[in-house]
């Protein structure tokens, strides 16, 4: 989904009407990545979130108070306490057409401005003075991460480069359009018009391209540029105008989209009263990693506290399997009393003697209760005993490995959570295999997570799961024997299946695949991360394992960068 330029348009218009003129009450600051401010005015408290996330970057107003979810305050959540507490919101704006928001403060240290940059992968949050200096950001930049764009203290704002190849939407005529069609015959319409005009994001495209052809694969040499010329001229006259329908699709009880204008190309489309009501719907809880620290950090010690648990038993079972020494012990110590038995003395407590000629000497302790016969075969029944036990050691060995992955896998499950749901599906992980201890920890609502659902341009559907129920589900309820499974290799994470429909699966929709198994993986923060790919036949269950423990063979591996869907 696109936090884009038009989405900003309309968040500008709602942010004025609600936010223009009232005063900020308090900061906060919820994740690493985000910040709230309480904001009075028109004779109500408001609530703005503003979030840097790298994938999840955006900017709307709050249904909820915004909580502090940091102990220790960065650098910038204390600026802004001393800047932006008590100051008061003059205007809400926008460079034409850029992905940048502006709040114009006017506080206890002067005027100044908050920007927001929420573009994936390079969002930031940036406190600048009247004079264009940077005070601090959430995200320091330096010159040997980007020479052109430099975000660090007492270093001039630079804003984003203009966008020079790329033409205004208002401006465009149908001798420009059909020269830009004619020109790329070949190429997707909607590609085209994102790549040459300002505003277009991949989704406003598609919309265009869909209300004038009907479908949004279209090239553009079978496209009609009048017919395409008068939708945007509808769409962007209506967005000029500021005539905003924000609203959200829903497929299968989840939201799917958003955006500021009505969507034909996705079905399920559903009115809401602000674009703000529309993409904190989409986003749902906060994405971060500090949004639920509060709430995980009681599940996170369980889990930590079983995992050395279990550690210990694995260390100690795997001891066992090299101590041959002490096996065979037993075994010559029965040997040399049988040999010795008649030399022996009533009261002897221990012979000393050697089994092999240059070999060590033996001590052996005897019970002198008993003769010695009855002390060799004492040991004997030690041997077959301790013999017997440790021929079922290698089995004990692949259980409790098994165990230890599947807290492995549960410890990323909560890693990955993102709402009171998926924690709470830890936690009765937990209680249901006997680590929980005391009592349960409550948590609001009752339902469970469903696994993730993604459509691709070309059609192909690709279902992820984001925990070992979900994995379980995804592998054998969703996928079926033809159908591609992706996992990454080596580390706990999702299992992704890539529907088969009878076409053949291009490598453009395997490495997306393979890149939303690596970023809902241990290996998230890695640059590159390998994915095994196989068809769905060849995975299966691993006898009396957890759910969504698995095994598979006929697997060829796919380096890709982690990424979300």
Known sequence: MYFDAVTIMALVDELNTTLAGGRIQDSVEIDRDSVGLEIYANHRRHYLLLSAHQQHARVH??????????????????????????????????????????LDLDGPEGVFQLIIEPMERRANILLVRDDGVIIDCIRRVGPQENRVRVSLPNQPYVPPPPQKLKRDPAALTLDMLGDMLDNQPGEKTRQLLTRRLLGFSPQVAAEVVFRAAGAINTRAGDTSART???????????????????????????????????????????????????????YGPLVGEGAYSAAKKPVQAIIKEAKIRVQKKLDSLRESLQDDAALEHLRQS????????????????????QYEVDGPELEIRLDPSLTPLENAQ?????????????????????????????????????????????????????????????????????????????????GFVIWVGRNSRQNDAVTFDK???????????????????????????????????????????????????????????????????????VTYRNESPVEVTPAPE
């Open 479 to 549: 996928g079926g024997p033809a159908d591609l499974w992706l996992h990454a290799r080596g580390v706990p994470g999702a299992h992704v299946i890539i529907k088969f429909d009878g076409r053949e699966i291009p490598d453009t929709v395997i490495r997306r695949a393979a890149a939303i198994a690596a970023y809902y993986s241990r290996a998230q923060h890695e640059t590159r991360v390998l994915v095994d790919v196989t068809q769905r036949k060849h995975v299966r269950k691993i006898k009396g394992g957890k759910p969504g423990m």
């Open 378 to 458: 004492r040991y004997f029944e030690k041997y077959d005993k301790a013999k017997r036990a440790r021929a079922g050691v290698p089995s004990l060995v692949k259980t409790t490995e098994n165990e230890l992955a599947y807290l492995m896998q549960l410890e990323t499950d909560l890693e990955l959570a993102t709402n009171w749901t998926e924690i709470g599906e830890v936690q009765d992980a937990l209680q249901a295999n006997g680590y929980w201890r005391g009592q349960k920890t409550q948590r609001p609502g009752g339902s469970k997570s469903g696994p993730l659902k993604v459509s691709t341009d070309d």
């Open 228 to 282: 395409l010329l008068s939708v945007i001229v509808d769409l962007f006259g209506a967005i000029e105008a500021g005539t905003w329908q924000p609203g959200i699709t829903i497929e299968d009880d989840a939201v799917t989209a958003y955006s500021a204008y009505p969507l034909s190309y996705l079905g399920g489309w559903t009115p809401v009263d602000s674009i703000s009501r529309a993409v904190e719907q989409y």
């Open 334 to 353: 029965g040997e040399l009393l049988l040999a010795y038995q008649y030399g022996l003395s009533p009261d002897q407590a221990v012979l000393r003697a």
């Open 61 to 102: 107003l709050s249904a909820e108070k915004l909580r502090r979810g940091v102990q220790q305050p960065s650098p910038l959540g204390l600026l802004l306490r001393r800047y932006a507490e008590g100051a008061r919101v003059d205007w809400i704006r926008q460079p034409p057409w850029e992905r940048i928001l502006m």
